[in-house]
């Protein structure tokens, strides 16, 4: 029989294999004629015979790694738990928990098919999509496998359920049903602070610089600095505060879950349907863009680092244009006359 790829060498001195059937071209990258002779008969072998051939190379990888014959996903996850810190690795840790992924924690990674994959996708939640995705490709770059078990184009596409921004209507609606005094302050600083609920519930006296009225700290998902210069509604709010310590000494110590649980009875209580604590975030976000706020300010205040966050996050917002005599009036034309 006839072998499917012959081999010849360039005038640089490289050799290459050529495809009988497609009449493609490949360069094997090497110059050693002894190295690309059992390259080309690996890749012929490959094609006339090629469940010896991954017999084989499940072989080779076990010489290489001998744990790779005991590598399982739980093990995977283990590790890249381990790597990460502070909320990521609090997310993670209940991210390894899924039960869509009881279907392969205990598989080793080396022998894992396609449709074992497929089979936990088609039974978890949007989250197993995410992270299973972001398992996967940490093996790969672990090489604890050889090639994607799935091609990156061939995943199941991430569809997140419909996110909005919490109207001012809505906000103020359920301050006037809040009776705590605490979770009522809480509520205001996510309106002017945009922040997610761990980062606002985390802020400390200490965070605010009177003399330059700005509150500054550090977000407790990415570690980027986010800085709000307030005005006096949002001073107001700063001033019923504890003077020193904790702002939220009581609700800090409640888990995620437990303060977003709280929300949701006060939107019960107002009559709020749809929103979430995250959706100050996006109520923000969307308030600075329709105003027209400057994207690298909105970017330093919500503490994001890529600019595609934080348009994804203001993509909703309605914006009126002004004129451009009126805009140039108010941002340049005013400034001027003050300095002259």
């Known amino acids: 029989m006839k072998n499917r790829y012959r081999l010849y060498r360039r005038h640089e001195g490289v050799f290459y294999v050529f495809d009988n059937l497609t009449g493609k071209r490949e360069s094997l990258k090497t110059s050693q004629r002894a190295e690309a002779l059992q390259l080309l008969v690996t890749k012929n072998e490959a094609h006339d015979r090629p469940a010896l051939s991954l017999h084989k190379a499940r072989i080779y990888l076990k010489e290489s790694d001998p744990t790779l014959a005991t590598r399982t996903w739980q093990l995977a996850l283990d590790a890249l738990i381990e790597m990460k810190h502070g909320e990521t690795q609090t997310r993670w840790r209940r991210a390894a928990k899924e039960k869509a992924l009881d279907l392969i924690r205990s598989r080793v990674i080396i022998e894992t098919q396609a449709e074992h994959l497929l089979a936990v996708l088609k039974v978890g939640t949007v989250s197993t999509n995410v992270h299973l995705r972001k398992l996967h490709n940490f093996c790969l770059n672990m090489s604890w496998l050889p090639w994607p078990i799935i091609p990156k184009l061939q995943w199941p596409a991430i569809k997140f359920g419909e996110k909005r921004a919490i109207t001012a209507e809505e906000h103020f609606k359920i301050l006037a049903k809040e009776p705590n005094p605490e979770r009522h302050a809480f509520y205001e600083l996510c309106w002017y602070l945009g922040g997610s609920q761990t ?3 985390s802020l400390v006296a200490e965070d605010i610089d009177w003399e330059q009225h ?14 709000i210069h307030f005005g006096e509604d949002f001073e107001r709010v700063l001033r019923s505060l504890p003077s020193s310590g904790p702002f939220f000494p009581a609700f800090s110590q409640l888990s995620a879950g437990h303060r977003a649980t709280e929300f949701a009875r006060a939107c019960h209580r107002a009559g709020v349907v749809g929103v979430t604590l ?15 706020y400057p994207e690298r300010f909105a970017q330093q205040a919500l503490g994001h680092n890529s600019a595609a966050v934080h348009r994804a996050y203001a993509k909703k917002a309605h914006v009126k244009l002004p004129s451009l005599e009126e805009y140039e009036r108010k941002i340049i034309l005013l400034p001027a006359a003050k300095v002259v």
């Open 278 to 292: 995250h959706s100050y975030r996006y109520a923000w976000a969307e308030r600075a863009k329709a105003c027209g």
């Open 199 to 201: 980062d606002v519930v």
């Open 214 to 227: 700005t509150l500054a700290y550090s977000r407790r998902k990415s570690s980027s600095p986010a800085i």
